[in-house]
């Protein structure tokens, strides 16, 4: 039986089996999608001695996961994330998961003054997308100032802007404030969000952040992280199925299907 999965620490709280058991049904494929804990210790002899050869990658693996690895696809050795396996090549669809939410949500990411919260594997990923849709400049702000400088050094290395000007028009969380069970928190001051801004979270467990809910009450434009996770997780399976699957996946019976496992 083809068995593909997730790996992680904590991997409890993951919905990646739901999705992907659902894509599974849908495309009928005859498959099995686990979630597999793996500790920091384990993760070199998962990558040599596994048995599973196509895998999803989540925390605290991303980053570390990629010296074990035989090859990476162009996009994850410029984002340097991997989120995605197949035959110990490494590949990270978070990016194209992010781009395609853009997309579909007909936000204009061209020539806009973006602010990135937070500054690990995500924020890595999203601002690796808003380059390629043309932004006009990025700020990070994040709690360690080593990895804020080291992604906004990045940044610049690609040819874009650092903004300190704080008009931003497109904020996007890519930190873990907000998310299950520590619903209370937001990454960002509330008062200072201003109605003419898009904020995204990446978190979509709740599927309404506290910073989301908070704007969208106000009728801003806000949306949370679940639109990511399922093109994140289409792009997976493109993959690894070696095919175009976009277009024959019902997102909406997917939404609905997560949107019962979620607060
Ligand atoms: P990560 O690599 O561990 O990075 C987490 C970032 O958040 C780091 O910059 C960290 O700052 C910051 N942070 C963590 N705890 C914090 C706290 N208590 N206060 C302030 N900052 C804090 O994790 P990741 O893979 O980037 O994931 C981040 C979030 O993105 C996740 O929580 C997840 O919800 C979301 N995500 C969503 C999708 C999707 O498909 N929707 C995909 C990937 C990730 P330091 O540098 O100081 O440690």
């Known amino acids: 039986m083809l068995i593909r999965g997730v790996i992680g620490d904590p991997i409890d709280h993951s919905l990646g089996d739901i999705l992907h058991q659902e894509l599974f049904h849908q495309l009928d494929i005859k498959g099995k999608y686990s979630k597999i804990h793996v500790s920091m210790d384990e993760l070199e002899n998962f990558t040599s001695k596994n048995k599973v050869h196509e895998y999803n990658v989540t925390i605290p693996h991303k980053e570390r996961i990629i010296q074990f690895l035989d090859e990476l696809d162009s996009s994850a ?11 110990n090549k490494g590949y990270n669809t978070d990016w194209l998961g ?3 939410c853009i997309e579909q949500n007909k936000i204009n990411v061209n020539q806009q003054k973006c602010l990135i919260l937070g500054a690990g594997g995500a924020a890595k990923a999203v601002a690796y997308a808003l380059i390629k849709l043309g932004t006009r400049s990025i700020r990070v702000i994040n709690r360690s ?31 873990p404030l907000g998310m299950w069970p520590r619903i209370d928190e937001s990454p960002y001051n509330l008062n200072r969000v201003t109605k003419s801004q898009t904020i995204i979270d990446t978190i979509y467990n709740p599927i309404e952040t506290k910073l989301v809910r908070h704007c969208k009450k106000r009728a801003d434009k806000a949306i ?4 990511m ?11 690894w199925e070696d095919s175009q699957i976009k277009g024959k996946i019902d997102i909406r019976k997917i939404k609905k299907e997560l949107r019962s496992k979620l607060c």
């Open 98 to 100: 992010f781009k395609e």
């Open 229 to 239: 996770f399922i093109y994140q997780a289409i792009e997976s399976l493109a993959i």
């Open 145 to 175: 100032k080593e990895k804020k400088d080291a992604l906004e050094n990045w940044v610049r290395k690609q040819g874009i802007k650092i903004d300190n000007e704080n008009d931003y028009d497109i904020i996007i969380n890519c930190t």
């Open 77 to 87: 050795a410029q984002i340097g994330a991997v989120n995605c396996v197949k035959d």
């Open 224 to 227: 949370g992280g679940l639109d």
